[in-house]
């Protein structure tokens, strides 16, 4: 099976190791994996700031670079979510509709392609810890996947998997919210730490490296010792 890495802009830019785990997971599973390199933002920001036309222009583009893809893979369920827009965005454009509707059917956050497209739930990883697992909102609410990260975790050797409480309340990241916002930004993500407390894990994990770098963030902040990783960093490794 071929598929096209979506790194994201924030995984090329601050979290490298998590496309490079993505590629060497789809690897590993027999997947023949390229990154078409004229790939750029999903446009999320811009749109997400009432920004349409501007986020457009890096619409088409992604549209244009994964055009010949067969699958295309990411690490966020937050950038997938936007991709999945671009049907509805580009709907009634004599040009763009088609090209819109073909890349939005055809992308994937990487545990839902596992799951629901190689039918795999057990990636062959071991990994010995408490964890406890944070849905961030664009993926459970957007993209609607819900269980199948926890289904992928709960088949690595040596996890203790741990329910967090309030797990669908969000980190108050959200974005520009957390800078439009940011005191009602900073209650949330300090009620989000204290519940990860409550689990007694030593280790947070999530698919969606925004919420992870902003409940670490305050966490760190809070002197707490809890290690933050994004999901790819468990499913890919061996220990």
């Known amino acids: 099976m071929k598929v096209s890495i979506f790194a994201t802009c924030i995984s090329d830019i601050m979290f490298p190791n998590v496309a490079k785990n993505t590629v060497e997971i789809l690897e590993r599973l027999g997947c023949v994996v390229d990154f078409p390199a004229s790939q750029t933002c999903c446009g999320q920001p811009a749109y997400n700031s009432g920004y349409l036309q501007e986020a457009k222009k890096s619409m088409k583009q992604m549209i244009r670079a994964f055009e010949n893809s067969e699958y295309v893979v990411g690490p966020s369920g937050s950038c997938v979510s936007?991709?999945?827009?671009?049907?509805?965005?580009?709907?009634?454009?004599?040009?763009w509709?088609?090209?819109?509707?073909?890349?939005?059917?055809?992308?994937?956050?990487?545990?839902?392609?596992?799951v629901n497209?190689?039918?795999?739930?057990?990636?062959?990883?071991?990994?010995k810890g408490r964890v406890t697992y944070h849905p961030s909102c664009h993926m459970t609410r957007l993209l609607g996947v819900k269980d199948e990260p926890k289904i992928l975790l709960?088949?690595?050797?040596?996890?203790e998997l741990i329910e967090l409480p309030h797990a669908y309340d969000c980190c108050g990241f959200g974005g520009t919210f957390s800078v439009k916002n940011s005191k009602i930004s900073q209650e949330m993500v300090k009620e989000k730490s204290q519940h990860v407390s409550e689990t007694g894990?030593?280790?947070?994990?999530?698919?969606?490296?925004?919420?992870l770098m902003n409940i670490g963030g305050r966490m760190q902040r809070e002197g707490k010792d809890v290690q933050v990783l994004h999901i790819t960093e468990i499913l890919n490794t061996v220990n």
């Open 82 to 95: 936007m991709i999945r827009e671009y049907e509805k965005i580009f709907k009634g454009d004599p040009v």
């Open 97 to 114: 509709e088609e090209p819109a509707k073909s890349l939005s059917a055809k992308t994937y956050e990487l545990t839902q392609f596992l």
């Open 117 to 127: 497209v190689l039918n795999i739930t057990d990636v062959g990883s071991t990994f």
């Open 154 to 159: 709960e088949k690595i050797k040596g996890v």
């Open 201 to 211: 894990a030593e280790y947070l994990v999530g698919g969606d490296m925004a919420c």
